[in-house]
């Protein structure tokens, strides 16, 4: 028998509904692409940055840094890279409702090109924000800067979208001043990390609503 337009919103509003609460565990390009088109207020994404890392990183004492040298962030060169940034991309902006946002963060090593590739895809970039962390790791080999911030890029699916923006809020949070697109936010340590990055909890309460699903 055909569906009819009441009959598909039905199942459209029960797939929607078995979202709420529930934290998804998967291939997040596989499970974006099961989920209700238009369906999602927020997406926040921490993607692999491909940080191309080579040899092992030790400390002025010697000892071993542990630093990302998981397969996840291995690509066998910026095409592959910039193809699995496109798939993500394009499944996150299906499922975002039209006045939905994307959050994401990334280092020098990636955002440039996810910048340019949501951008390619109709994102509509509203801010850039640097996260300035007070307690960076160290440049061990003395031969370049200490990295010490993360580049967040807030979008909307386009140009015309109105995305939740908890102004007061945020002000609230800045001492009564309006929030500015530098957040100096000390990396997570220990039993902290468990609560998520800071500047994730700070994104939180920007777009907090209710009825939200991210």
């Known amino acids: 028998m055909p569906r009819t ?16 609460d529930k934290i998804l565990i998967g291939d997040s390009i596989r499970l974006m692409n099961q989920l209700p088109a238009q369906s999602v207020d927020a997406v926040f994404a921490d993607p692999p940055y491909n940080l191309q890392l080579g040899g092992e990183l030790t400390r002025p004492d010697n000892s071993r840094v542990d630093g990302v040298d998981d397969d996840w962030d291995k690509f066998s060169d910026f095409e592959s890279y910039d193809k699995f940034t496109y798939d993500w991309l394009k499944a996150a902006k299906r499922i975002l409702k039209p006045d939905g946002c994307l959050w994401v963060i990334g280092s020098y090593h990636n955002i440039f090109r ?51 923006f908890n102004y007061e809020a945020m002000k609230n949070m800045n001492d009564e001043k309006q929030m500015r697109s530098d957040w100096i936010l000390p990396i997570c340590s220990g039993k902290e990390r ?11 309460r920007k777009n907090r609503n209710p009825c939200s699903i991210a």
Do not use: Y
């Open 5 to 20: 337009a009441k009959t598909t919103s039905a199942v459209r509003s029960a797939a929607i509904t078995l979202l709420i």
């Open 194 to 204: 468990l609560k998520g990055p800071s500047a994730t909890r700070c994104i939180r």
């Open 114 to 164: 996810v910048g340019a590739i949501l951008q390619n895809l109709g994102f509509w970039i509203l801010n850039d924000v640097i996260w300035c962390k007070t307690n960076p790791m160290p440049n061990f080999r003395g031969m370049r800067f200490t990295n010490a911030h993360e580049t967040l890029i807030w979008a909307s699916p386009s140009k015309d979208a109105r995305p939740c």
